[in-house]
């Protein structure tokens, strides 16, 4: 397959996935269901998730360099997770109103890891701010 044929594939879908966007935009201006808009908005969620992943493990495996540097990153994220679970608790929170919740043991600490996860996450790129711009004040 050539590449002007893949551009000109690409095109046409495009084209039609515009198409079926406007065509929704009108039926929502006309019946005001939004519906349709939001499956429509899934579908290409899913479909760019795809096609990130497939053209993301292809990369990887395009060179050796660069299926090290990938695998080490998914090491990092792997143990940035472990170290927020092990933090975690499945301990219930007292507040007011915390009956009208349907929280489980798990679903608690899954919430608590994913806080804890973002607390590093914010605090590493915060200090990596911090870092290039001091380090690009004494160049």
């Not at 594939?9 to 406007?22: D, K, N, Q, R, T």
């Not at 808009?37 to 899934?42: G, K």
């Not at 940035?80 to 929280?103: A, C, N, Q, R």
Request: no cysteine.
């Amino acid at each position: 397959m050539g590449k002007s044929l893949a551009i000109r594939i690409v095109g046409i879908i495009a084209y039609i996935l515009f198409g079926i966007s406007l065509l929704l935009a009108v039926l929502f201006f006309i019946n005001y269901n939004e519906a349709p808009m939001l499956v429509f908005t899934y579908i290409l969620t899913a479909i760019a998730m795809g096609t990130t992943l497939i053209f993301s493990v292809i990369g990887m495996f395009q060179s050796k360099k660069s299926m090290i540097n990938s695998l080490s990153v998914l090491g990092v994220i792997a143990v940035l997770v472990l170290i927020s679970y092990l933090m975690s608790s499945s301990e219930m929170p007292t507040f007011f109103g915390v009956e009208g919740f349907k929280l489980t043991g798990s679903t608690l600490q899954l919430i608590d890891t994913s806080l804890f996860l973002l607390y590093i996450l914010m605090a590493s790129s915060f200090i990596g701010l911090i870092y290039t711009e001091i380090r690009g004040a004494f160049k």
